[in-house]
T-cell receptor, first 111, second 116 residues
Framework: DAKTTQPTSMDCAEGRAANLPCNHS???????VYWYRQIHSQGPQYIIH???NNETNEMASLIITEDRKSSTLILPHATLRDTAVYYC????????????FGKGNQVVVIP | DTEVTQTPKHLVMGMTNKKSLKCEQH?????MYWYKQKAKKPPELMFV???????INESVPSRFSPECPNSSLLNLHLHALQPEDSALYLC???????????????FGEGSRLTVL
């Protein structure tokens, strides 16, 4: 699976959109981009995933560049409960089912 | 029911003890996972079961022994552990049916293990 690069940490203002970047320049054509988050002392939580089109669900939006070498997770209106470590992962859907976490991005939402 | 339930939530054991961690899901998922997470580190994959058969073992020491007695249950048997094995152990499940598997993993809250 391709590796990803994320900021180590970032702060976001409560009520504002939070834009979380991820680089995955070695992504393969059959690899999806997945986003998970882990709130302190809880298990990781799936947020969203996509292949090449932009995706939106009730939690977030995922914007993938045309060359697929980077993506941005957008939390439209950050709340204090969005404070978490966010993981960007690239992976073949199904297949060998290996989901490998990188170091992640510690996001702190500030009042 | 979209829950993965792990028991116990906390476990303290000595290096000579034998204990087990349990994980249960009732979503009809056919793939189940064990991850280990040390403090301030990302989760590390240990094992993957697909259709109740072990499909991935990430070179985990034999003192950790997984078992999948049926499609809803996953156990992790612990024996002769070391203090450095103290960690949060996370269980997860996914659909696991080939082309219908979106890759979304559902995680439990974890079992926090302390080895004395």
């Amino acid at each position: 699976d391709a590796k990803t690069t994320q900021p180590t940490s970032m702060d976001c203002a409560e009520g504002r959109a939070a834009n979380l970047p991820c680089n995955h320049s070695t992504i393969s054509g059959n690899e999806y981009v997945y986003w998970y988050r882990q709130i302190h002392s809880q298990g990781p939580q799936y947020i969203i995933h996509g292949l090449k089109n932009n995706e939106t669900n009730e939690m977030a939006s995922l914007i993938i560049t045309e060359d697929r070498k980077s993506s941005t997770l957008i939390l439209p209106h950050a709340t204090l409960r969005d404070t978490a470590v966010y993981y960007c992962i690239v992976r073949v859907a199904g297949g060998n089912n290996r989901l490998a976490f990188g170091k992640g991005n510690q996001v702190v939402v500030i009042p | 029911d979209t829950e993965v339930t792990q028991t116990p939530k906390h476990l303290v054991m000595g290096m000579t003890n034998k204990k087990s961690l349990k994980c249960e899901q009732h979503m009809g998922h056919r793939a189940m996972y064990w991850y280990k997470q040390k403090a301030k580190k990302p989760p590390e994959l240990m094992f993957v079961y697909s259709y109740e058969k072990l499909s991935i073992n990430e070179s985990v020491p034999s003192r950790f022994s997984p078992e999948c007695p049926n499609s809803s249950l996953l156990n992790l048997h612990l024996h002769a552990l070391q203090p450095e094995d103290s960690a949060l152990y996370l269980c997860a499940s996914s659909q696991g049916y080939g082309g219908r598997d979106t890759g979304e993993l559902f995680f439990g809250e974890g079992s926090r293990l302390t080895v004395l």
